[in-house]
């Protein structure tokens, strides 16, 4: 082929209709649409976080124009402790709980994903009866509280330890590995741990990366346990603060004692909308680095096998 060939981009398949002006005019105004849905809410809360009590008072409410920016909000949350100590305790949570969470997940789906395993069929059938039958809220009460987990974070962790979903998401993925490239190694000497860290892992980062980010989500949201078995306030987690202000409409701790640290009392409003952006900023923070990976990690760990 001559250098001077101009690269010809690849034909479309048959069954796929070339676009049209149309077509990609109304794909432009939906997609708009969703993204502004998400960044006008999202902008509205981080510019009344942001805003002073004239500000706010002016706007009536929710301030979409920043002006006269006020950060006594986020003063008065992290030097009271009481968000900040809900949010640390969250990120805890979601740490230890993601971290253990993924390691049962692998482990299971690496013995799963290998026919002949001790208990194959059996371990697989009892995983997969969990997506038609749930233990059910008053037993799992109770099982927690028989186990003295009550009014202890690890409430959180060990009922939520194992998700089935993501448990057969790394299977499909794990089965899509050549038996060959295993066998070889098996040839070598190497063993089932020695597999599983150099050859497995290391070829599923994608899957592993989006299933820990599901555990992280799903911990740092986790609200309905820990309303069941946080009684205490001192071990409330950050989205039990945020709904104790937004929901409830409590008055955030601080709101009309003395200043902090030279900064005026900020709007009880304002406060409202920083707990907001401190609950977010952690996911939003995270997502970016794990989106590349949804394609790759889940839609190729369902289909393969």
């Not at 003295?148 to 057969?168: E, Q, R, Y």
Request: proline fraction near 7%; hydrophobic fraction near 55%; charge should be positive.
């Amino acid at each position: 082929m001559s250098l001077f060939t101009k690269s010809r981009r690849p034909e479309r398949p048959s069954w796929e209709e070339p676009p049209t002006l149309v077509g990609q005019t109304v794909k432009g105004i939906v997609l708009s649409a969703v993204v502004l849905a998400v960044l006008i809410p999202m902008w509205a809360v981080l510019v009344t976080s942001l805003s002073s009590k004239k500000a706010i008072a002016d706007a009536g409410g929710m301030v979409f124009w920043p002006r006269d920016f006020d950060i006594s909000a986020y003063v008065l949350i992290f030097t009271r402790g009481e968000v900040s100590g809900a949010v640390w305790r969250s990120m805890l949570v979601t740490l230890v709980g993601t971290a253990l969470s993924l390691g049962c997940t692998v482990l299971a789906a690496y013995g799963l994903s290998r026919p002949g395993s001790l208990w194959h069929r059996p371990l697989l059938l009892f995983f997969l009866i969990t997506f038609l039958v749930g233990p059910g809220l008053i037993p799992s009460y109770l099982l927690v509280t028989s186990l003295g987990l009550k009014d202890s974070h690890w409430a959180l962790i060990l009922p939520a330890a194992v998700n089935a979903f993501n448990l057969v998401v790394v299977r499909q993925f794990f089965m899509g590995i050549p038996a060959e490239l295993l066998d070889s190694a098996r040839i070598d000497g190497a063993g089932e741990w020695a597999i599983l860290g150099r050859i497995v892992l290391p070829l599923s980062k994608a899957v592993v990366a989006v299933v820990g980010l599901f555990y992280a989500v799903g911990y740092w949201n986790m609200y309905f346990n820990a309303v069941l078995y946080l009684n205490n306030a001192e071990d409330h987690v950050a989205q039990q603060v945020l709904q104790a202000y937004i929901l409830a409409g409590q008055s955030p701790a601080g709101i009309g004692s003395p200043p902090a640290l030279g900064f005026s009392a900020p709007p009880s409003l304002a406060v409202k909308m920083a707990v907001v952006v401190v609950v977010l900023i952690p996911i939003v923070i995270v997502y970016p680095f794990i989106q590349r990976h949804f394609t790759k990690g889940v839609i190729a760990g369902a289909i393969k096998g």
